[in-house]
C-alpha cells in the first residue's frame, strides 16, 4: 500500500499544480490524500467498528510506559515550537493562524489513522509491519508535497524527510504500544499547528 500511495499522490501532486496552479493545486492534491487515502482507505480496510478502536482512549500498561510516552509526544512539538514557529509568527497573521489550526486538525488526524492506526490494527505485534514499515513510508511520503512547494530549509528535502522519519517514530511507537492512536493525534495537530502550515497560502 505504501508504494502505490507515494506513487499516486506524487502524481495528484504534480498533476494538479499543473493543472490548477501551486497553491489551488498544493490544497487540492491535500484533499484527495485526506479523502482517498485517510479516510475512504481506512472505512474501507478496517471497518467503522475497528475505525473506532483504534481511536479509542487508552491508558499506558505501566507508570514507567507512560512517562516515556509523553516524552515522546512532547518531543515533536517542542522541536516545531523552537525551529519553525518562533521564526514565522512575527510575520503570521490571525488568518495564519487560524487557517492552521484548521489545517492541522484534518492533517494531523487523517494521517495518524492512515499511517498509524491502520497497522497497528493490522499488525499487532508486529514490530516491522506494524511500526517500522508505515514510519519509513510516512517519512517518505513527505515527497510528494515537496514536489510542489519545497522548504528552503538547512539540509534540504533530506533533513525534512528524516524530520518526518523522526516525528513519525515517536507517534508511531505509542500508538503501536497503546493500540490506538488517540494519542499521537493530539501530538500531531499539536505539530502541525506550531509548524502554521496556512503561510503557504496567506502568505
Known amino acids: 500500500m505504501p ?6 499522490t506524487y502524481l495528484a501532486f504534480v498533476g494538479l499544480e499543473e493543472l490548477l496552479g501551486p497553491t489551488r493545486g ?5 484533499v484527495v490524500y485526506w479523502v482517498g487515502w485517510c479516510l ?8 467503522k467498528k475497528e ?7 487508552v491508558r499506558f500498561s505501566r507508570s514507567g510506559a507512560m512517562a516515556g510516552g509523553l516524552v515522546l509526544l512532547a518531543v515533536p512539538p517542542v522541536l516545531a515550537l523552537a525551529t519553525v514557529f ?10 495564519v493562524v487560524l ?16 499511517w498509524r492506526g491502520v497497522y497497528i490494527r493490522e499488525f499487532p505485534g508486529d ?9 519509513l513510508g510516512f517519512a517518505l511520503w513527505h515527497l510528494a508535497p515537496q514536489a ?37 493525534i493530539c501530538s500531531h495537530v499539536l505539530t502541525d499547528f506550531l509548524g502554521l502550515g496556512a503561510t503557504v497560502y496567506f502568505l
Open 3 to 8: 508504494w502505490a500511495l507515494l506513487a499516486s
Open 40 to 47: 475512504l482507505f481506512p472505512l474501507w480496510f478496517l471497518g
Open 127 to 135: 514490530m516491522l509491519r506494524g511500526f517500522l514499515y508505515p514510519t
Open 86 to 95: 518562533v521564526t514565522k509568527i512575527p510575520q503570521a497573521t490571525v488568518a
Open 51 to 57: 475505525l473506532k478502536r483504534v481511536l479509542s482512549p
Open 99 to 114: 487557517g492552521s489550526l484548521g489545517l492541522a486538525a484534518v492533517n494531523g488526524t487523517a494521517e495518524e489513522v492512515l
Open 148 to 184: 510542489v512547494h519545497p522548504l528552503s530549509m538547512p539540509g534540504g528535502v533530506a533533513a525534512f524527510v528524516a524530520g518526518a522519519f523522526f516525528m513519525g517514530a515517536c507517534w508511531g511507537w505509542v500508538a503501536w504500544k497503546t493500540g490506538s492512536v488517540r494519542w499521537a
Open 26 to 30: 498544493y490544497l487540492a492534491a491535500f
